[in-house]
């Protein structure tokens, strides 16, 4: 019999880390993430959790000390939000330059100045070059199914990975969510490797002062430079894409879900015209493209779900064919456009595919989106060559 449950993406994210088998749990509290870690702190405390719960006094430190557990074999997890995710940023770096298989769940909320505790991604798009590997959900059961493959996709890798979701449009809402059961999950992930080399009794400095260039170590070993270590990181980011599908592929055959790998589509089959979007938002523009269609636009749909490593190759291919690219989405990097806009047009650019391409920026601090908004703008983009606008803006 299923366990259907009717839970929040905050309660999703505390069971899929619980049926993982955390071992070390470290995390700050900030709305809307705050609910993940009490409700993991609570299983600890009934001892239906086996972890370690530590109390830390800020992000920067849930994010070391969650480094230093994983560097010691420990599967581990934490959370953040906004400003908290920013105040890990060093740690962030940190975490992906030693390899440490972390997994996150950042429940995605605007960034102060002014404070804002509703939802963008402006968050987690603003850490896009730390090194981390970016998968982001479209609703609840994506949540669970998506931290649990997270896991798989961290300690294959060795790339820490962030698994975003909406906060309060998803974070707080309650709606069906289909538990899976520890022994499906136990198939699907194995116990995690030790694969640090360290063990009681041997000691060792991690992480420490490196040089540019490739030099002998102690036993005469060549050893990379800085330089080295980070092509090495950008190479496994890049070949991480094959994984992301692979182990989605491979959840699918264990639980009877898939969520598309790095990229999905939606009514793209004969589509001559796209919306580009990912998280919550992605799902808003599935209702917008039906709309579309009753107005005489075949437009579908192309979700981005894993945001780094950027899926270039899997959107050039969705998008071949179409005229109009309308990109939807709750970011922008200042001075220009959004950022998801600015990657695919670079990718669609090297490929020497010229869509009409129109960038949106939407829904930033919680303002409301409706898929009427979003019809309305696409079918603009595509009748009226309109390029980039905010939607919904009242000045």
Same mark, same amino acid.
């Given at each position: 019999?299923?366990?259907?449950?009717?839970?929040?993406?905050?309660?999703?994210?505390?069971?899929?880390?619980?049926?993982?088998?955390?071992?070390?749990?470290?995390?700050?509290?900030?709305?809307?993430?705050?609910?993940?870690?009490?409700?993991?702190?609570?299983?600890?405390?009934?001892?239906?959790?086996?972890?370690?719960?530590?109390?830390?006094?800020?992000e920067h430190s849930a994010m070391a000390s969650v480094v230093a557990a994983s560097q010691m074999g420990a599967r581990v997890f934490t959370a953040s939000s906004a400003n908290g995710l920013l105040y890990m940023h060093e740690m962030l770096h940190w975490a992906a330059g030693s390899r440490v298989p972390v997994v996150m769940a950042c429940v995605n909320r605007g960034v102060g100045a002014p404070w804002t505790i509703l939802n963008d991604q402006q968050d987690s798009i603003s850490q896009r070059d730390t090194g981390w590997i970016q998968l982001y959900c479209r609703n609840s059961q994506e949540v669970l199914d998506t931290l649990i493959q997270a896991y798989k996709i961290a300690e294959r890798v060795l790339i820490p990975v962030m698994v975003c979701y909406d906060g309060f449009v998803l974070s707080h809402a309650?709606?069906?969510?289909?538990?899976?059961?520890?022994?499906?999950?136990?198939?699907?992930?194995?116990?995690?490797?030790?694969?640090t080399g360290i063990s009681e009794g041997s000691y060792m400095n991690l992480n420490p002062l490196i040089l540019s260039e490739p030099r002998q170590d102690a036993e005469g070993n060549l050893r990379p430079g800085y330089m080295d270590l980070r092509y090495k990181l950008q190479e496994d980011l890049i070949s991480s894409l094959e994984i992301i599908k692979e182990t989605d592929r491979e959840f699918e055959a264990v639980f009877g879900r898939s969520w598309g790998g790095p990229v999905w589509s939606y009514r793209m089959e004969d589509a001559d015209h796209a919306l580009v979007s990912m998280g919550s938002l992605a799902s808003e523009c599935t209702l917008a493209a039906d709309s579309l269609r009753q107005q005489?636009?075949?437009?579908?749909?192309?979700?981005?779900?894993? +945001?780094?490593?950027?899926? %270039?190759?899997? !959107?050039?291919? *969705? &998008?071949?064919g179409?005229?109009?690219?309308?990109v939807f989405e709750k970011d922008v990097s200042?001075? +220009?456009?959004?950022?998801? %806009?600015?990657? !695919?047009?670079? *990718? &669609?650019?090297?490929?020497?595919?010229?869509?009409?391409?129109?960038?949106?920026?939407?829904?930033?601090?919680?303002?409301?989106?409706?898929?009427?908004q979003l019809a309305e703008t696409a079918a603009e983009a595509i009748t009226k060559r309109s390029a980039h606008k905010w939607i919904d803006v009242r000045g």
């Open positions: 019999m299923k366990d259907i449950r009717i839970i929040t993406a905050n309660t999703a994210a505390a069971i899929a880390a619980s049926l993982c088998r955390v071992q070390v749990i470290a995390a700050y509290p900030i709305t809307p993430q705050t609910p993940v870690t009490e409700e993991l702190a609570a299983m600890v405390e009934r001892g239906e959790l086996n972890a370690e719960y530590l109390t830390v006094e800020s309650s709606t069906p969510v289909e538990a899976p059961v520890v022994e499906d999950v136990d198939k699907f992930l194995p116990p995690c490797p030790i694969f005489g636009f075949r437009t579908g749909v192309v979700g981005v779900r894993a +945001y780094r490593p950027f899926p %270039a190759e899997a !959107l050039c291919k *969705a &998008l071949q179409v005229q109009t690219v309308a200042y001075g +220009y456009m959004g950022a998801v %806009a600015t990657d !695919l047009k670079a *990718a &669609l650019f090297e490929r020497d595919l010229r869509p009409k391409v129109a960038s949106f920026v939407a829904g930033l601090g919680g303002r409301d989106v409706r898929p009427e």
